[in-house]
């Protein structure tokens, strides 16, 4: 099993490396894949010192040795030595090549690559499942804008004719700033925000089963919609158990329907409101630098990583970017902008 830049029969795609300077998702300059039979040429090589730098601080804690030390090391593997009988460094390198031939397999980080960047994006083809997805952060940790990023994206980089209708429901749908970008009036023909805060159903002069009925249930009807839920929780209090209803019913039948499915939490612990989202979404977003504990605490319970893996794991993630992407697909695997690491 190993990740890869050449396709192959069999191999299962990953996510996209798209130049940093590019607002819009036309073209991947390489995708990564997972396939479990990756031939020689095709199998990821890169200098050890590249390939073990985000771990190196452990892996010289863990065999006492100094920098030099380590780089002494890099360079055998580099070159497909080995210490001789007798080194002191002996055990070290066989430890350390050890690592290296495992994340070399199972991880791919761009950092010495600064132009490229790893991105999810949807589709661009209306035929292929756009997936569903939860983003999980604390007020102002970030989801809004990167969900609001991804359609932009999407927006500019697809045709008119293979454009999906965005429908976008949230009690802050008319005044949240970080949407202003989707308001714009070139995309008014696919993007349709509905509103159902408790003022947007007093003013609407309906009851409730009505308002649902004409502003929310009727725009869902149709396929190959992108259908965003935005802390419905938040929503007029009568409505929030038939959002809860829809969103789950929309959930299980949505690769059926050819519709993605986004939702906004705060907490994955949200009983009904995320139940069914943890067993249907291809795709988990947490944000990390604001929310360490939860992701430790999801990559525990959901994953079953041991508590030390997960917490050096999001430590990881943390420190290279503000969220983190992890497809709940196979191959399971999380990644951010700058490094994949494979589960």
Not at 2 to 23: P, Q
Not at 71 to 92: K, Q, T, V
Not at 179 to 207: F, M, N, T
Request: glycine share 4%.
């Amino acid at each position: 099993m190993s990740l890869t830049l050449e396709d192959s029969a069999g191999a299962t795609e990953v996510v996209g490396m798209y130049k940093r300077d590019s607002d819009t998702s036309k073209r991947p300059a390489a995708t990564v894949y997972f396939s479990h039979n990756v031939s020689e040429e095709a199998s990821n090589h890169a200098e050890a010192s590249g390939v073990l730098e985000l771990h190196r601080d452990f892996l010289q804690k863990k065999n006492q040795i100094n920098s030099q030390e380590f780089a002494e090391i890099c360079e055998l593997i580099d070159d497909e030595g080995e210490p001789d009988g007798h080194d002191p460094l002996r055990a070290s390198f066989w430890d350390v090549k050890d690592h290296y031939d495992r994340y070399l397999k199972r991880e791919m980080w761009l950092g010495d690559q600064p132009e490229y960047e790893f991105r999810l994006e949807f589709p661009r083809r209306k035929e292929d499942w756009p997936g569903s997805m939860t983003l999980f952060a604390n007020s102002g940790g970030g989801k809004t804008y990167f969900l609001v990023s991804m359609l932009v994206r999407y927006l500019k980089s697809v045709p008119d004719w293979q454009k999906r209708r965005i429908v976008y429901l949230s009690p802050e749908a008319t005044i949240d700033k970080t949407l202003e970008p989707l308001r714009k009036k070139k995309w008014q023909l696919w993007y349709d925000q509905v509103d159902v805060s408790q003022d947007a159903l007093k003013k609407s002069g309906l009851d409730v089963g009505a308002f649902y009925e004409s502003h929310i249930s009727n725009k869902l009807d149709d396929d190959d919609l992108i259908v965003c839920f935005d802390d419905y929780a938040d929503a007029a209090p009568a409505l929030v158990p038939m959002l809860t209803q829809k969103y789950n019913s929309m959930l299980r039948v949505a690769r059926h329907r050819n519709c993605g499915i986004i939702s906004l939490q705060h907490t994955y612990s949200g009983g009904k409101k995320t139940s069914q989202s943890l067993q249907s979404n291809s795709k988990i977003i947490f944000f990390p630098r604001s929310s360490h504990a939860r992701c430790v605490r999801f990559l525990v319970d959901h994953l079953q990583l041991k508590i030390p893996e997960a917490k050096a794991l999001v430590r990881r993630f943390g420190a290279l970017d503000r969220h983190m992407v992890i497809s709940m697909f196979s191959p399971v695997c999380v990644f951010n902008s700058k490094y994949l690491h494979l589960l």
